[in-house]
């Protein structure tokens, strides 16, 4: 029996045509939108009879493989000509000039539709076929094509030419597969046993795979959650539910936990790819991220070196971090970043941020609707989601860049077209300005997006990308650059725009800001979801659960399971202290903050983690505190701390110090998630407040528009984001079975029913101080 290799049109002429270097500078960032209103500008001219997006598929055998083909062409056409003959047209949009297209210029476009046109023919069992390439330009609709009359025998021959290139990288894949499927089938839980609520935990997200649904879990600190994820989601590829699955965090740390658990699984016999992707802005090998053939080796000739660079890399490894991505990619001379994109389209798992799956400007965008059915999305500290999504969904403008451009841009620098744009988009943030008045720095809330506002910047965008295309030097380049992007960024947020977003309008002095404020993420989210197989939303703070599915795009139907806490009330001493931290009594506070941390550390010695709401009330009460003879160990968080001085103030927290250690930070911030002090090295965390953002400003939009939807604006807004840091923060204390250690909760609100509900049970009851 011949193995059976299934291919996409696209990757296999990809695989086998693309050459060159990664675009000279500049990308258009045209979205997948303005391509698809190209092809319909083309594909409206059909006749009733002609098809659109049809589908194709057919089987070449070469020396013992059956590759199995298939895709999409945007049309075929009958008899269009009047001599009998089908026509397989393939459209390509393009922000360039299509005059200045050839018919050599792009022959991955050609082998596409050659391939459309053979399997149509062969299914068919036509002679011949017409196959014609057309571009279209996104903004003007500008058109050229170019046609070519083949025989089924010169389309057979051409077909097989791709099969024979692809022929080593697809035994490569034939031979890992099989290594993998029998890994996984004999792969046992890496660990001699599971803990408390872990078999759960992992039958949940099996079952939620395999039934196509999302999943809202609550898995407490050492629960082992990642493994619990990660092990279900193996063996769904082991039952080919999956083809692969994104392990998806925001944090590094987050990211190393995802590669050990993997690691693990590798150490009890799994064989399985996984790619870690690192931002572009930390692995690029250059000084500046400048994507240029003439400023960068990397990206000249990229395309010409990355099929070899990937069929060395799969040789050799299958567990691809960073370290290695980086040490290929100086071996064969390619962008880092890139050949990372390019490795995770092969993997099996892919660790990453947030943004390659959610966010539409950086997803991976070649992972096609038929893809995405075999693949699920492991969301890991899913609670940081809401407010990163509202970040992704949301877009802003202001008035300063534009009169810039308008400035370098005068009449006779020869780039009157952008000039011309400049101007007009900085008046109608001119007439903007007076419509709302000269000042106070206030948010105005505007019942719509301006009208004429979006078809200017539309305008905008088009000359500047003409401009960055050019080489236009009369504009400062990464200026334009970054105001190309950001406009574009703009707009399509301005396409999406809907009942859950509002827009507003700032005026400070003379400038003016913009912003389409995405209230409420779940439609948006929903949406970048819709195809996955499953998505499974974790995190040991994902509480209340109604919440966060409400939030992140859930329905009623979906799965949602809360885990108990695998470790021992015994284990975890909780205090509570009950003053007002409220920002109006935070003066009167202070002191008996101060007196209880001497009090705690001095009849309990040991490491503490000590949170508070602000900087500036820490400061307060580490200056009381300290100011009073303390004679042990203290360090004090600053704002803008770089990696180094982090990794110095987590690594004064030693097992066995002589004296006692007290570190002061803030909630929500780089020490209060993500970290692991176990054992003796963390005895004590403090945690001073209920967690609530600051009040007004969008805050304030965001709890009136809850209200607005017959939800508690309140506890949407400020409550529940509030008391997910304090659930955060007193997370770092019981890492393990062995640790234990004192809490201490710093609110009078504590007390209340409310906020006592939202305290995990583990917590519970709590002793009060006096």
């Given at each position: 029996?011949?193995?059976?290799?299934?291919?996409?049109?696209r990757?296999?002429?990809?695989y086998?045509?693309?050459?060159?270097?990664?675009?000279?500078?500049?990308?258009?960032?045209?979205?997948l939108?303005?391509?698809?209103?190209?092809?319909?500008?083309?594909q409206q001219?059909?006749?009733?009879?002609?098809?659109?997006?049809?589908?194709?598929?057919g089987?070449?055998e070469?020396?013992?493989?059956v590759y199995?083909?298939d895709?999409r062409?945007?049309?075929l056409?009958?008899d269009?000509?009047?001599?009998?003959?089908?026509?397989?047209e393939?459209?390509?949009s393009?922000?360039?000039?299509?005059?200045?297209?050839?018919?050599?210029?792009?022959?991955?476009?050609?082998?596409?539709?050659?391939?459309?046109?053979?399997?149509?023919?062969?299914?068919?069992?036509?002679?011949?076929?017409?196959?014609?390439?057309?571009?279209?330009?996104?903004?003007?609709?500008?058109?050229?094509?170019?046609e070519?009359?083949?025989?089924?025998?010169e389309?057979?021959a051409?077909?097989?030419?791709?099969?024979?290139?692809?022929?080593p990288?697809?035994?490569?894949?034939?031979?890992?597969?099989?290594?993998?499927?029998?890994?996984?089938?004999?792969?046992?839980?890496?660990?001699?046993?599971?803990?408390?609520?872990?078999?759960?935990?992992?039958?949940?997200?099996?079952?939620?795979i395999?039934?196509r649904?999302?999943?809202?879990?609550?898995?407490?600190?050492?629960?082992g959650k990642?493994?619990?994820?990660?092990?279900?989601?193996?063996?769904?590829?082991?039952?080919?539910?999956?083809?692969?699955?994104?392990?998806?965090?925001?944090?590094?740390?987050?990211?190393?936990?995802?590669e050990?658990?993997?690691?693990?699984?590798?150490?009890?016999?799994?064989c399985l790819?996984?790619?870690?992707?690192?931002?572009?802005e930390?692995?690029?090998?250059?000084?500046?991220?400048?994507?240029?053939?003439?400023?960068?080796?990397?990206?000249?000739?990229?395309?010409?070196?990355?099929n070899?660079?990937?069929?060395?890399?799969?040789?050799?490894e299958?567990?691809?971090?960073?370290?290695?991505?980086?040490a290929?990619?100086?071996?064969?001379?390619?962008?880092?970043?890139?050949f990372?994109?390019?490795?995770?389209?092969?993997?099996?798992?892919?660790?990453?941020d947030?943004?390659?799956v959610?966010?539409p400007?950086?997803?991976l965008k070649?992972?096609?609707e038929?893809?995405?059915?075999?693949t699920?999305?492991?969301?890991?500290?899913?609670?940081?989601?809401?407010?990163?999504?509202?970040?992704?969904?949301?877009?802003?403008?202001?008035?300063?860049?534009?009169?810039?451009?308008?400035?370098?841009?005068?009449?006779?620098?020869?780039?009157?077209?952008?000039?011309?744009?400049a101007?007009?988009?900085?008046?109608?943030?001119?007439?903007?300005r007076?419509?709302?008045?000269e000042?106070?720095?206030?948010?105005?809330?505007?019942?719509?997006?301006?009208p004429a506002?979006?078809?200017?910047?539309e305008?905008?965008a088009?000359?500047?990308?003409?401009a960055?295309l050019?080489g236009?030097?009369?504009?400062?380049?990464q200026l334009?650059?970054?105001?190309?992007?950001?406009v574009?960024?703009?707009?399509?947020?301005?396409?999406?725009?809907?009942?859950?977003?509002?827009v507003?309008?700032?005026?400070?002095?003379?400038?003016?800001?913009?912003?389409?404020l995405?209230v409420?993420?779940?439609?948006?989210?929903?949406?970048?979801g819709?195809?996955?197989?499953?998505?499974?939303?974790?995190?040991?703070?994902?509480?209340?659960?109604?919440?966060y599915r409400?939030t992140?795009?859930?329905?009623e139907?979906?799965?949602?399971?809360?885990?108990?806490?695998?470790?021992?009330?015994?284990?975890?001493?909780?205090?509570?202290?009950?003053?007002?931290?409220?920002y109006?009594?935070?003066?009167?506070?202070?002191?008996?903050?101060?007196?209880?941390?001497?009090?705690?550390?001095?009849?309990?010695?040991?490491n503490?983690?000590?949170?508070?709401?602000?900087?500036?009330?820490m400061?307060?009460?580490?200056?009381?505190?300290?100011g009073?003879?303390w004679?042990?160990?203290?360090?004090?968080?600053?704002?803008g701390?770089?990696?180094?001085?982090?990794?110095?103030?987590?690594a004064?927290?030693?097992?066995?110090?002589?004296?006692?250690?007290?570190g002061?930070?803030?909630?929500?911030?780089?020490?209060?998630e993500?970290?692991?002090?176990?054992?003796?090295?963390?005895t004590?965390?403090?945690?001073?407040?209920?967690?609530?953002?600051?009040?007004?400003?969008?805050?304030e939009?965001?709890?009136?528009?809850?209200?607005?939807?017959?939800?508690?604006?309140?506890?949407y807004?400020?409550?529940?984001?509030?008391?997910?840091?304090?659930?955060?923060?007193?997370?770092r204390l019981?890492?393990?079975?062995?640790?234990?250690?004192?809490l201490?909760?710093?609110?009078?609100?504590?007390?209340?029913?409310?906020y006592?509900?939202?305290?995990?049970?583990?917590?519970?009851?709590?002793?009060?101080?006096?």
């Amino acid at each position: 029996m011949s193995d059976l290799v299934e291919v996409s049109v696209r990757s296999l002429a990809e695989y086998v045509f693309r050459g060159g270097s990664i675009d000279a500078g500049f990308r258009t960032g045209a979205t997948l939108a303005e391509g698809t209103k190209a092809h319909r500008a083309i594909q409206q001219t059909y006749k009733e009879t002609d098809l659109k997006e049809a589908y194709v598929r057919g089987d070449v055998e070469y020396e013992g493989i059956v590759y199995r083909i298939d895709g999409r062409c945007d049309g075929l056409l009958f008899d269009e000509a009047g001599d009998g003959v089908a026509t397989v047209e393939e459209i390509k949009s393009t922000g360039g000039s299509v005059t200045l297209l050839t018919e050599q210029s792009h022959p991955v476009h050609w082998a596409q539709a050659q391939c459309y046109a053979y399997l149509y023919a062969k299914a068919e069992k036509l002679e011949r076929m017409r196959v014609r390439l057309t571009y279209v330009h996104r903004q003007t609709e500008e058109r050229k094509s170019f046609e070519r009359m083949l025989t089924r025998g010169e389309l057979d021959a051409f077909v097989r030419m791709l099969v024979k290139a692809y022929d080593p990288h697809a035994r490569q894949r034939l031979a890992y597969a099989r290594d993998r499927e029998a890994g996984i089938r004999e792969l046992p839980f890496p660990f001699p046993s599971y803990r408390q609520g872990q078999r759960h935990f992992a039958g949940a997200v099996y079952k939620s795979i395999a039934d196509r649904k999302r999943l809202f879990a609550r898995a407490p600190t050492g629960t082992g959650k990642t493994i619990s994820t990660l092990f279900p989601a193996v063996k769904a590829i082991g039952e080919k539910l999956l083809r692969r699955f994104f392990y998806t965090t925001a944090k590094t740390t987050t990211r190393a936990a995802a590669e050990d658990a993997l690691a693990l699984m590798r150490a009890s016999g799994l064989c399985l790819r996984s790619v870690t992707i690192t931002a572009k802005e930390k692995i690029c090998f250059k000084e500046e991220t400048r994507c240029e053939k003439l400023y960068c080796e990397y990206a000249d000739g990229y395309y010409d070196r990355i099929n070899a660079a990937l069929y060395d890399l799969w040789s050799r490894e299958t567990a691809i971090t960073r370290d290695v991505i980086e040490a290929y990619a100086r071996k064969h001379r390619v962008c880092p970043f890139e050949f990372s994109l390019d490795a995770a389209y092969e993997a099996d798992a892919v660790v990453c941020d947030y943004n390659y799956v959610f966010d539409p400007r950086v997803s991976l965008k070649r992972l096609f609707e038929e893809e995405k059915r075999h693949t699920a999305v492991l969301v890991d500290e899913a609670h940081n989601l809401v407010d990163r999504a509202r970040e992704m969904y949301s877009g802003e403008l202001t008035k300063a860049p534009f009169l810039e451009l308008k400035r370098q841009t005068k009449a006779g620098s020869g780039s009157r077209t952008l000039h011309e744009a400049a101007k007009a988009v900085n008046e109608a943030f001119i007439a903007l300005r007076k419509s709302c008045g000269e000042g106070g720095g206030g948010l105005i809330v505007l019942e719509a997006i301006p009208p004429a506002l979006v078809p200017l910047l539309e305008s905008f965008a088009s000359a500047a990308e003409a401009a960055l295309l050019a080489g236009d030097a009369a504009a400062d380049r990464q200026l334009l650059t970054d105001m190309y992007y950001t406009v574009q960024h703009f707009i399509r947020t301005a396409e999406s725009f809907d009942e859950r977003s509002l827009v507003y309008v700032q005026v400070e002095r003379s400038d003016v800001r913009i912003k389409l404020l995405c209230v409420d993420p779940s439609g948006m989210l929903r949406l970048m979801g819709k195809g996955y197989r499953s998505l499974v939303y974790f995190s040991a703070t994902l509480s209340p659960i109604p919440y966060y599915r409400d939030t992140l795009g859930g329905d009623e139907d979906d799965y949602a399971t809360a885990i108990p806490s695998p470790f021992r009330s015994e284990q975890l001493d909780v205090l509570l202290l009950p003053v007002s931290t409220r920002y109006r009594d935070r003066g009167r506070s202070k002191a008996r903050i101060a007196a209880m941390l001497r009090r705690v550390t001095d009849e309990r010695p040991g490491n503490y983690l000590v949170f508070f709401p602000s900087y500036d009330y820490m400061n307060e009460v580490a200056e009381l505190f300290l100011g009073a003879g303390w004679d042990g160990e203290a360090l004090v968080q600053q704002a803008g701390m770089s990696e180094e001085e982090r990794d110095s103030f987590l690594a004064a927290f030693r097992a066995g110090a002589e004296k006692t250690i007290v570190g002061f930070a803030v909630m929500g911030g780089v020490f209060a998630e993500g970290i692991d002090l176990a054992g003796d090295r963390l005895t004590g965390v403090v945690i001073v407040g209920v967690g609530l953002p600051q009040f007004g400003g969008e805050r304030e939009l965001i709890r009136r528009y809850f209200d607005d939807t017959g939800r508690n604006g309140f506890d949407y807004a400020y409550k529940f984001p509030g008391m997910n840091k304090v659930l955060q923060a007193g997370g770092r204390l019981i890492r393990t079975e062995s640790d234990s250690g004192t809490l201490v909760l710093v609110d009078d609100r504590f007390m209340q029913p409310d906020y006592y509900a939202l305290l995990p049970e583990e917590w519970k009851p709590v002793t009060t101080m006096r």
